[in-house]
């Protein structure tokens, strides 16, 4: 369906409108405000107290964690000094790439979508000269709710342009300008409209506006490259191009865990200071002889049958046993349905005292699949970006003239590793032969770079070849000649 940028249309585009808020609503969702999100919907009418446990944030963490939060290693497919290998780990190091890995896997648990974009440009645009601020590619991640995709008509699942749309406000001209960049294969179009606002929230912010007219003309900037120079990453999809994420689908069980936290919160505060009930004839009367107290102030009030009653608080446990046990069933079918086994969460009843790696990850499996399927989407995404960088790259400067190449990309499960079990299995596996050299494995255990491996091993040799060396014999002291005492004493000779 194409975007229409005509005057009067509103801004977010209708047809987007309901991804937008499912954008804004799981993203309250992760950031814990429960609260402001339900009573929206009056799923929960208590006002006076609300209690909620952020099993959200949890459930986008753990999968973001497992996911991309260790870096993914990055192979030419070539020797390690090769041009093509130094330009990929040169992408990678200059953007950061694990970090803007991680975000957008965390991203995408709360959105179900996440984009990058590849440019060529100053990470400060223009505000230092080029000799501080050197144009590089840089790849970034866009927020969901900006872009604004336009399928093919044959495709649902196509995009064929991406349209960038952010809102900004000009204070000077009191004046809000919609500012879009749409890409599509081997083209930029920028264009601005000029913005009135049509709604506001409680608080005062603009969330909805109207497009009143276009300013200036659209400009065209051609990329070089094939590819439109924005990538979609969905957490997973079926019919069409939008993603499904993480929380929407447990929204009912969140308000149902947090309705039965406050019912407990509830029950506990209003039994904190209960009222005494005592026998008659112990609180003072009025001149009628009417016993006079305020149970809500003195939370204190008379029995009539002063022989039956004698002193006690008047509680009531709110069958408190069977609201504990609802609450562990609520949360354990959440955990269930969000593919996340109590092994992950740390709870002491997960069964791993005394486990191997082995018995973890195959309690771990239901997350293991889960990360696995997003892991596939990453896979061709990052692909798509790498090749994009290099293009981009050779296409912008001519200081680069290396051959592209897809890149064989290594992801890790997020688990750690057994050492001992691995070495077990390789011992077996070689027949005791040796698997790794002396300077990969301290590459490997101490994390250090082949120069710095390859001094540790000349200070190692160094060392060995000291204690290798025999210690120089020392020549015994030339022995001094034995005075004969007899013969002198016999001669006369001796001196005393």
């Known amino acids: 369906m194409a975007i229409n940028f005509t005057v009067g249309t509103r801004f977010p585009f209708t047809e987007h409108k309901e991804r937008i808020n499912r954008y804004k609503e799981n993203m309250q969702l992760f950031q814990g405000k429960h609260k402001d999100l339900f009573d929206r919907y009056n799923f929960n009418p208590n006002s006076s107290i609300y209690v909620s446990l952020n099993l ?4 986008c963490k753990k999968s973001a964690d497992m996911l991309l939060g260790e870096a993914v290693q990055v192979s ?3 020797v390690d000094d090769s041009e093509e290998q130094r330009a990929l780990d040169r992408i990678t190091t200059e953007n950061y790439l694990n970090i803007t890995n991680y975000e957008s896997a965390l991203n995408n648990s709360i959105k179900g979508d996440s984009f990058y974009k590849v ?27 900006t872009v604004y995709p336009e399928v093919s008509p044959f495709d649902k699942r196509k995009i064929a342009v991406f349209h960038v749309c952010v809102p900004v406000y000009f204070s000077d ?6 500012h879009v960049e749409s890409h599509s294969a081997g083209l930029i179009r920028y264009h601005r409209y000029e913005l009135s606002v049509s709604q506001t929230d409680t608080y005062g912010y603009a969330t909805e506006w109207q497009i009143e007219k276009k300013l200036g003309s659209t400009l065209e900037e051609a990329t070089g490259v094939s590819m439109p120079l924005v990538i979609h990453v969905p957490n997973f999809s079926t019919d069409n191009w939008e993603g499904q994420d993480d929380l929407s689908e447990h929204k009912s069980l969140f308000d149902e865990i947090n309705n039965r936290l406050t019912s407990i919160a509830g029950i506990l505060d209003k039994h904190s200071d209960p009222a005494i009930a005592v026998p008659a004839g112990l609180l003072d009367t009025d001149e009628h002889g009417n016993v006079v107290f305020n149970v809500g102030r003195e939370k204190v009030f008379e029995m009539l049958d002063k022989d039956d009653i004698i002193p006690k608080y008047i509680t009531w446990n709110g069958q408190l046993q069977e609201a504990y046990s609802e609450l562990d069933r609520l949360i354990d079918n959440l955990m269930v349905a969000a593919e996340i086994p109590p092994v992950a969460l740390g709870k002491s009843d997960s069964g791993t005292s005394g486990a191997t790696g082995l018995s973890i990850r195959l309690r771990m499996n239901p997350l293991l699949s889960k990360v696995n399927r997003k892991r596939q989407y990453y896979d061709k995404a990052l692909k798509q970006v790498y090749v994009l960088a290099q293009e981009l790259e050779k296409v912008a400067s001519k200081e680069y003239s290396y051959e592209t190449v897809i890149p064989v990309l290594k992801f890790t499960d997020g688990l ?3 050492s001992m079990q691995e070495a ?7 027949g005791s032969k040796p698997t790794m050299s002396q300077k990969a494995a301290i590459m490997y255990l101490d994390g250090k770079t082949e120069e710095q491996a390859e001094a540790e091993i000349k200070r190692i040799n160094a060392e060995l070849k000291d204690k290798a060396e025999p210690e120089p ?12 005492y007899a013969k002198e004493w016999l001669n006369g000779s001796l001196q005393t």
């Open 76 to 78: 030419a497919g070539k």
């Open 424 to 430: 077990n299995m390789v011992q077996i596996r070689t």
């Open 56 to 59: 959200a944030g949890i459930i």
């Open 473 to 484: 014999v020392k020549e015994p002291p030339e022995k001094l000649p034995v005075k004969d």
């Open 119 to 145: 440019r060529w440009g100053q990470e400060y645009e223009g505000q230092l000269p080029p000799t501080v601020d050197k144009p590089k590619v840089m790849i970034e991640n866009l927020a969901a709710e």
């Open 173 to 178: 001209k009191d004046m809000w300008v919609l």
């Open 416 to 418: 750690p590793k057994d």
